[in-house]
């Protein structure tokens, strides 16, 4: 049976961001599905223990750009440590995904372009205009995708699948899902593809 791995993340996590292409290349190389499902962490974070950025202690803040620099080295993705927007509202960009594979298609490029936009680019992907060039450069119908993506519809997507994040005790981005295991950071992708190659029973709380 052809694994399916479930992808909760948001677009502003630099760490999803760090891991996108290692782990779209692991899925791929087991023949894995792969089902987005962007999440709105401040929905998250209260109801499974995380905290934003900002309200860290200095110590886990200082920490986090050490790990920057280490898995930007790791990984030679282009990294700015402070993007020009960031902090800012993933939504848009996180509901261009749902909005792309619920018209049947396939999100990884444009989520890959939305990644490098915020970590590479220095791009407010809460801009409209921002999401409608990404589209346009994927070769979507980028006003179509857009105004799903804005939609009633969508938007419940994006709710429920937040839901689920917090019944399934996700609690960071990213976090992949396999047959219910789930295996939390970028960090973690090579216990993943280990998981896939042995087909082993998945590790459950």
Do not use: C
């Amino acid at each position: 049976m052809t694994p399916s791995i479930e992808y909760f993340y948001t677009t502003i996590s630099p760490w999803a961001y760090l891991g996108h292409d290692q782990f779209l290349g692991t899925a791929a190389k087991y023949g894995a599905t792969v089902i987005y499902k962007p999440v709105n962490l401040n929905v998250v974070f209260p109801e499974t223990g995380g905290l934003p950025l900002a309200k860290r202690a200095p110590a886990r803040q200082k920490y986090r750009f050490v790990e920057m620099k280490r898995w930007k080295e790791r990984r030679s993705l282009p990294l700015n440590l402070q993007p020009a927007h960031f902090p800012t509202n993933p939504a848009l960009a996180d509901r261009t995904v749902i909005a792309i594979a619920e018209a049947g298609g396939d999100p990884a490029d444009f989520l890959g372009r939305a990644f490098r936009a915020v970590w590479a680019y220095d791009r407010d992907v809460a801009d409209e205009h921002v999401i409608e060039g990404l589209l346009s450069d994927t070769g979507q119908d980028a006003r179509t995708i857009l105004e799903a993506a804005k939609s009633d519809a969508i938007e419940a997507i994006y709710a429920a699948y937040t839901q689920d994040a917090v019944d399934r005790s996700v609690f960071g981005s990213p976090t992949y899902v396999l047959a219910g295991e789930p295996f939390w950071g970028q960090d973690r992708i090579d216990l993943l593809a280990d998981a896939l190659e042995s087909g082993r029973a998945p590790y459950l709380p």
